[in-house]
């Protein structure tokens, strides 16, 4: 989940936003065996579908909530 950590009063917005390079590297590599790879601007990634949801960030996330209290109220939602 995106993380604005900027405050309201600043000029510019800033996010962290994690990476999931891992499934990027073993799409790219299980479609490239296959011979189906394309460049990957047109390629289709399964992330990239608006229903997927990576449960392991979720539940870091939510572990990171009950560390850190009010943590919720600062997440981007899309």
Known sequence: METEI???ESPV???VIPTDEEPVMAEDTYALTRGSYDAHTRFA???QNKDY???ER???FRE???KHPG???IV???
Request: aromatic content about 12%; glycine content about 0%.
């Open 6 to 8: 900027s405050r309201d």
């Open 58 to 60: 979720e539940e870091a």
């Open 13 to 15: 917005r800033v996010f």
């Open 45 to 47: 990634y399964s992330f």
């Open 64 to 66: 990171d909530v009950l």
């Open 53 to 55: 949801r990576n449960a």
């Open 76 to 78: 981007a939602k899309s």
């Open 71 to 73: 943590i919720e109220k």
